[in-house]
């Protein structure tokens, strides 16, 4: 199977000529235009600083379908004392850096480049990428960013500084986009932190299938700050 090299014209190859491993294409540029095309067809940039961007569809695909969640007795146990404060969108900017300069077991560097940060500063700007936010005695402690486009939210990265801060942002994010009708949340690639919160992988092929119907939702645009 060919390895796509992007080109400035705003196209991506079908989601089906990825490498075994996911990886579709090279190259491109990290524009609004090109990362909303991206998305829409279940695909996403992950790439280290020194590389070109890389553009992926991983088969199988990670999502989290909100009646699946799993909330463990320790987890209900720190979510009943509620010695924190959650926001959506009030600090994107700090949870994107945080994301990107915390430390992380088995990974040396970070993905989110500097562009990437640029990038999704825009998205949120449109009222399309959005943040939660953990607060604890007033400090930023945890959270996650990621896109909304219809009925899914594309999860991007998360952090803690604290325990389990982070899987109380995604706690409180699957709640919410229960409510609000969401389908699903889209986890990208599976890992132990997200298998526990009740993420499967599904078939790529299952995963677009949900993709369109969530595309055909409106998308709730604008700051999150009420939710």
Known sequence: MPLYLLSDELFFPPVTD???EG???IGGDLSV????????????????????????SPDPRCVLYHRKLKVSKSMRNVLNRKNYNITFDQ?????????????RKGEDGTWITNDIKSSYVALHELGLAHSVEVWMDDELV?????????????GESMFSKRSNASKIAFIHLSNVLAEKGFLAVDCQVMNSHLASLGAINVPREDFISLLNEALKMPTIKGTWEAF
Do not use: N, Q, T
Not at 33 to 55: N, Q, V
Not at 91 to 103: K, L, N
């Open 18 to 20: 990825a490498l075994p």
């Open 23 to 25: 990886l579709l294409a």
């Open 33 to 56: 235009p090109r990362l909303l095309l991206a998305y829409e067809k279940g695909i996403f940039p992950w790439y280290s600083h020194d590389d070109p961007i890389m553009w992926w």
């Open 91 to 103: 600090e994107f900017d700090a949870v994107i850096e945080a994301c990107a300069s915390i430390e």
């Open 142 to 154: 945890g959270g996650l960013y990621g896109l909304s486009l219809g009925g899914m939210f594309f």
